[in-house]
């Protein structure tokens, strides 16, 4: 059951550059769609979030940008840092309910000095 | 900045010992959920609790487990005959409210090793 889907397991990218995420949903009936970033024997730490109505958020270094037509969304970093090093999830929930998140496989940045 | 705090960080069992994973949520926060993370799989959706009681559980979610919330403050997930394949991290998440701009927030997590 893969709703949520990230098809590269590792990024490795330039301290400087732009990193760039990326993920696939197939369940039609999300509409909230959000980053977690996580580091070793840590949690996942909420990063940037966006509704199915926009099709991009910005915060800071981070921007999610959602196409709804083709199901997919992704994280940019700008300027990667060594500190960005981590394991990112992308994750979706519906609004309807109790809003149970569903997560993809996740994406294990290095950012590279 | 308020945590979710889980203990133990790891908890060794024996196979068919009952098993009480504790998590402290942020102190204003009305929802609650467990996730697990088998390890080289995807974080997994378990149980999500309010109001003193199940708001949804997935299917992996079977009699096995329970939830509760004894006091104010703790929100314990309990496993009552553990198996080889509960062996994971399990993740405690609180939530203030469902609106747009209120993500979970989850903590540590407690790696579960059975043997």
């Known amino acids: 059951d893969q709703q949520v889907k990230q098809n590269s397991p590792s990024l490795s990218v330039q301290e400087g550059r732009i990193s760039i995420l990326n993920c696939d949903y197939t369940?039609?009936?999300?509409?909230?769609f959000l980053w977690y970033k996580k580091y070793p024997a840590e949690g996942p730490t909420f990063l940037i979030s966006i509704s199915s109505i926009k099709d991009k958020n910005e915060d800071g270094r981070f921007t999610v940008f959602l196409n709804k037509s083709a199901k997919h969304l992704s994280l940019h970093i700008v300027p990667s840092q060594p500190g960005d090093s981590a394991v990112y999830f992308c994750?979706?929930?519906?609004?309807?309910?109790?809003?149970?998140?569903?997560f993809g496989t996740g994406t294990k940045l290095q950012v590279i000095p | 900045e308020p945590e979710v705090t889980q203990t133990p960080s790891h908890q060794v069992t024996q196979m068919g010992q009952e098993v009480i994973l504790r998590c402290v949520p942020i102190s204003n926060h009305l929802y609650f959920y467990w996730y697990r993370q088998i390890l080289g799989q995807k974080v997994e959706f378990l149980v999500s609790f309010y109001n003193n009681e199940i708001s949804e559980k997935s299917e992996i979610f079977d009699d096995q487990f329970s939830v509760e919330r004894p006091d104010g403050s703790n929100f314990t997930l309990k496993i009552r005959s553990t198996k080889l394949e509960d062996s994971a991290m399990y993740f405690c998440?609180?939530?203030?409210?469902?609106?747009?701009?209120?993500?979970?927030?989850f903590g540590d997590g407690t790696r579960l090793s059975i043997l």
């Open positions: 369940n039609s009936m999300f509409d909230y």
């Open positions: 994750a979706a929930y519906h609004s309807g309910g109790y809003q149970k998140v569903t």
């Open positions: 998440a609180s939530r203030l409210g469902l609106g747009s701009n209120q993500p979970q927030h």
